[in-house]
């Protein structure tokens, strides 16, 4: 790992031992790119690649008459100059101008890597990776650029994002700050997008690129499960198992934009960041602006393998805290058990019968506090229901313990409902625009946590019940878009500050608790998979992925997680059946055989089960405890899409590559069909491994692969639909 300088060329070198990220300062002082992909070879000048050449219809920079940024690729574009292509950034300036050119004056490398003021982002030890950032400076404009770039030792990535400052005397306004910008010099690449909505969230679709401008956004107000913010930028022939791919994942939990743009010159331009519509921020003399980062990672080896780089580096150095590679606590859930209408009795027995089956932690979900019995009242009034928790949470929590188990509890500390006292009290504290009529989702309307006051508000009475009981999970929900988005709070000329202000008070509230809480396991949650993003996993290691609990659908849903997204991040539970989203009836082993891989828990009543299936709980609980840690943070591998075929199959595999656990799904069975082979995958290939009482090599399994009529025999029928079975391989 190392970034070299070469003063006489004025370029950087970024590489470690897997890829290389070329940096040129260009004729015209702007930085502009020269490669990035797989490792090559350091030498003091690549300047070969820039085109020089005048073309016909071609502006070009008045000092060199040759160079111009529309021909070659750029590192952090602007447009009114000699690039017609999409900007990364736009600056309105005093005079009314919107032309900018920010050219190179210095730059700092050093070990490690700097936090991002109130933003989640990766942090490394000095060890672990080195930044170079950039100055860039328009004298004109009196404002600095600092463009700043992090490659770490042991992944294919650079993490990147920007800074503005205004060092001039006159407020300017930013009315468009990506975060980065990558060039690729041809357009041969497909587009893979997570796209969906609630209950089938991050489903992969994959689009051909060409001329113009292919895109996906968020203006939601939270990254949405409609487009994930993360996306995939591959060759046609690239697949799980082989063939080059760039991976673009967002920091950040708000409204973005991506977006890949053809020319047609050849040149494809890749760009991520706060999405531009209704984003304004107003600088005034010395003030900042820090963009959210953009992890950019890169494989030659396939889907799988970008995949990893991310489940690693963001267990490694995105979560934080005591739950950083802990395996995570299987809990019961009463919501589909229970909804708003319990008693604490009723809790308590759905709690004993979960100690029973071998649970270690009980979640208390919606319907606990102020005048909560159905969606029509009492969010933003948290307190304790005496009618529910004659002792309130305290008291729950106790008796819980009691039992050994751990307690949590539900939130949605960003809402409120009309019908609430909060809302009496304070109804300029929601997003609203005076004299126009509000929009409601779920029965309730949006808190204004752009203010300081509310965020203040929200956590002092989240703070007396958590600092009153026993509290090891919280999970955060957040039911809702905003709209009408206009803060009481803010002048006319900041109103389009509002959508980012927002997140950043949504930030520092989790961060207020988790500094006073830090034993705390936050689960992010919002309608499901609605804010399932890299920016909230900084604060919650694990999210509900989505509302949808059928096993058949979670098949989907998980898998296109995956992508991106770690194995341990992905809130999985069985639930009770049919099932409450989609009707449909799984057994028991199946629902068990999806929800392992993720978090694990049950969604439902265990006293309403049958004898027989409570035994199986108990089975299951007992192989996940085993497991888990496996499971969670072993080497996970796709090995058979659920959008391709009526079939699924995924592994994880031990990093010394001595256990694996493969999970085998049949969507819907097929007549008269030879029962086929699975191919597995990241074995040793000259190990013996162990597999249902047999023996194999690594090189036999991954080459011939396990035949699937071994587990037919065991029960699992070619002409059964939703037939699942999950095995273990052991290296001899």
Same mark, same amino acid.
């Given at each position: 790992m190392n970034i070299i300088w070469n003063k006489t060329s004025r370029q950087f070198h970024l590489y470690n031992d897997q890829i290389s990220y070329i940096i040129a300062v260009a004729p015209s002082g702007e930085l502009s790119n020269i490669y990035f992909g797989k490792r090559i070879r350091e030498r003091d000048d690549f300047s070969y690649v820039i085109f020089r050449n005048g073309m016909p219809n071609i502006a070009v920079d008045a000092d060199t008459e040759s160079y111009s940024m529309e021909l070659n690729r750029q590192e952090y574009p602007s447009f009114g100059t000699t690039d017609f292509g999409a900007s990364a950034f736009e600056v309105e300036q005093s005079n009314g101008s919107r032309v900018s050119s920010f050219v190179y004056k210095s730059h700092s490398i050093f070990p490690g890597k700097r936090a991002i003021t109130g933003l989640p982002a990766t942090y490394a030890a000095e060890d672990e990776a080195k930044t170079l950032e950039v100055e860039l400076v328009d004298e004109q404009a009196q404002m600095t650029l600092l463009l700043s770039y992090t490659i770490f030792e042991k992944y294919p990535v650079v993490a990147r994002h920007a800074e503005f400052k205004n060092t001039g005397s006159t407020k300017v306004k930013l009315t468009k700050a990506l975060s980065c910008c990558i060039d690729l010099p041809d357009q041969d690449y497909e587009m893979v997008q997570f796209a969906g909505a609630w209950a089938r969230e991050r489903i992969p679709e994959v689009r051909k690129l060409t001329g113009g401008t292919t895109s996906i956004e968020s203006k939601r107000g939270v990254s949405s499960a409609n487009f994930n913010p993360f996306m995939i930028i591959k060759r046609p022939n690239t697949d799980d198992f082989a063939g080059d791919a760039f991976g673009f994942s967002f920091v950040y939990s708000g409204n973005f934009l991506a977006a890949a743009e053809g020319n047609t010159y050849g040149r494809l331009r890749i760009l991520m960041g706060i999405n531009p519509e209704r984003f304004t921020w107003v600088l005034k003399e010395g003030e900042t602006f820090e963009t959210p980062e953009v992890v950019i990672a890169y494989t030659s080896t396939g889907l799988n393998s970008l995949s990893q780089t991310y489940h690693r580096l963001y267990n490694n150095n995105l979560v934080r805290g005591k739950w950083k590679?802990?395996?995570?606590?299987?809990?019961?859930?009463?919501?589909? /058990?229970?909804?708003?209408?319990?008693?604490?009795?009723?809790?308590? !027995? +759905?709690? #004993?019968?979960?100690?029973?089956? *071998?649970?270690?932690?009980?979640?208390?979900?919606?319907?606990?506090?102020?005048?909560?019995?159905?969606?029509?009242?009492?969010?933003?009034?948290?307190?304790?229901?005496? /009618?529910?928790?004659?002792?309130?949470?305290?008291?729950?929590?106790? !008796? +819980?313990? #009691?039992?050994?188990?751990?307690? *949590?509890?539900?939130?949605?500390?960003?809402?409120?409902?009309?019908?609430?006292?909060?809302?009496?009290?304070?109804?300029?504290?929601?997003?609203?625009?005076?004299?126009?009529?509000?929009?409601l989702g779920r029965h309730q309307l949006v808190l204004d946590f752009s203010r300081e006051e509310v965020v203040d508000y929200i956590y002092n009475m989240l703070y007396k019940v958590i600092n009153g009981a026993s509290i090891s999970y919280i999970k955060w929900d957040m039911n809702r878009p905003l709209t009408e988005v206009f803060s009481n709070g803010c002048p006319a000329q900041e109103q389009g500050m509002v959508y980012h202000k927002y997140i950043l008070g949504v930030y520092s509230l989790y961060s207020r608790l988790i500094e006073a809480f830090p034993d705390i396991l936050f689960e992010s949650c919002s309608s499901g998979g609605n804010r399932f993003d890299a920016g909230m996993l900084y604060y919650a290691p694990q999210a509900w992925c989505s509302d949808n609990t059928d096993a058949i659908d979670r098949l989907r849903i998980q898998y296109g997680s995956s992508y991106g997204y770690p194995i341990v991040s992905i809130g999985s539970h069985v639930s009770a059946v049919p099932n409450q989203q989609t009707g449909r009836t799984t057994s028991i082993a199946t629902r068990a055989n999806v929800a392992y891989f993720g978090t694990f828990g049950y969604e439902l009543d265990l006293n309403e089960i049958s004898d027989k299936e409570f035994d199986e709980v108990k089975s299951q609980i007992e192989f996940m405890k085993e497991h888990r840690e496996l499971i969670q943070y072993g080497d996970f591998y796709r090995l058979r899409s659920p959008f391709e075929t009526d079939q699924t199959a995924w592994m994880v595999v031990s990093e010394d590559r001595k256990r694996a656990i493969v999970g085998f799904y049949c969507m819907r069975s097929n007549v008269n069909t030879l029962p086929g082979f699975l191919k597995l995958a990241g074995l040793d290939p000259d190990t013996l491994y162990r597999m249902e009482g047999k023996e194999y090599y690594g090189d036999e399994l991954m080459n011939m692969g396990i035949t699937l009529s071994e587990f037919y025999k065991k029960g699992f029928t070619i002409s059964e639909d939703f037939a699942s079975f999950v095995t273990v391989i052991d290296a001899i």
């Open positions: 590679n802990k395996p995570r606590p299987i809990l019961n859930n009463n919501w589909e /058990a229970t909804f708003m209408d319990f008693t604490e009795d009723s809790i308590l !027995k +759905i709690a #004993a019968k979960a100690k029973e089956a *071998g649970v270690e932690l009980f979640v208390l979900d919606d319907g606990w506090f102020g005048e909560r019995n159905d969606d029509f009242a009492g969010l933003g009034d948290w307190v304790e229901n005496p /009618a529910k928790l004659p002792q309130g949470m305290a008291g729950l929590a106790r !008796k +819980i313990e #009691a039992m050994g188990l751990k307690f *949590g509890f539900w939130i949605e500390p960003e809402m409120v409902n009309p019908n609430s006292n909060l809302f009496r009290r304070h109804p300029e504290w929601v997003l609203a625009v005076p004299g126009r009529k509000s929009s």
